[in-house]
């Protein structure tokens, strides 16, 4: 939401994401308790970006949500939607083990690998015509999953990005 990436109040914010060491303003450190292990401290960015894209997107229990991405972002979405109440998670990813991964961690109840299938004619099957209720891309890179996700939403749904796109996006409107 930065006016100029990777400024704030105009001073340069670096940040190297994940690394061992980062530096940042003082204010914006915060200790975890000490019941907080290091290794799950590690995963509070990814669940926090899943329950700031839930917040945004308007829901209610008896939703289908997809999400776009089986990596950390998109595991700790889904798990966070199903701790919310979301009725239904289908996660399409490329490959069937993180998929699988998915289902066994309480994130996804379906699973469609993309490469094997189309998943805009995967998710209108399961679905029906209506298509879900909101679409979450975590993804970002350089594929196709932006318009896949415009061609599988409903009438009036909703698409959240959380990916980080490598190259600018050709959108069919």
């Given at each position: 939401?930065?006016i100029?990436?990777?400024?704030?109040?105009?001073?340069?914010q670096?940040?190297?994401?994940?690394?061992?060491?980062?530096?940042c303003?003082?204010?914006?450190?915060?200790?975890?308790?000490d019941?907080?292990?290091?290794?799950?401290?590690?995963?509070?960015?990814?669940?926090?970006?899943?329950i700031?894209?839930l917040?945004?997107?308007?829901?209610?229990?008896?939703?289908?949500?997809?999400?776009f991405?089986t990596?950390?972002?998109?595991i700790t979405?889904?798990?966070?939607?199903?701790?919310?109440?979301?009725?239904?998670?289908?996660?399409?990813?490329?490959?069937?083990?993180p998929l699988?991964?998915?289902?066994?961690?309480?994130?996804?109840?379906?699973?469609?690998?993309?490469?094997e299938?189309?998943?805009?004619?995967?998710?209108?099957g399961?679905?029906g015509?209506?298509?879900?209720?909101?679409?979450f891309?975590?993804?970002?890179?350089?594929?196709?999953t932006?318009?896949?996700?415009?061609?599988?939403?409903?009438?009036?749904?909703t698409i959240?990005?959380?990916g980080?796109?490598?190259?600018?996006?050709?959108?069919?409107?």
């Amino acid at each position: 939401l930065c006016i100029r990436r990777g400024y704030r109040h105009d001073q340069y914010q670096e940040s190297h994401g994940f690394s061992q060491y980062d530096a940042c303003f003082m204010e914006n450190c915060y200790p975890l308790p000490d019941q907080v292990t290091d290794d799950n401290a590690t995963l509070i960015d990814c669940y926090a970006c899943g329950i700031h894209a839930l917040n945004r997107v308007p829901h209610t229990p008896i939703d289908t949500i997809v999400v776009f991405g089986t990596g950390a972002i998109g595991i700790t979405l889904g798990q966070v939607a199903k701790a919310w109440g979301v009725d239904r998670v289908i996660m399409v990813g490329t490959r069937h083990e993180p998929l699988e991964l998915a289902k066994r961690a309480g994130a996804a109840d379906e699973g469609i690998v993309n490469s094997e299938e189309d998943p805009v004619e995967a998710v209108r099957g399961l679905t029906g015509v209506e298509g879900p209720d909101a679409i979450f891309e975590t993804v970002g890179g350089s594929g196709s999953t932006l318009n896949q996700a415009i061609g599988m939403a409903r009438f009036g749904g909703t698409i959240a990005v959380l990916g980080i796109f490598t190259q600018a996006q050709p959108v069919d409107l």
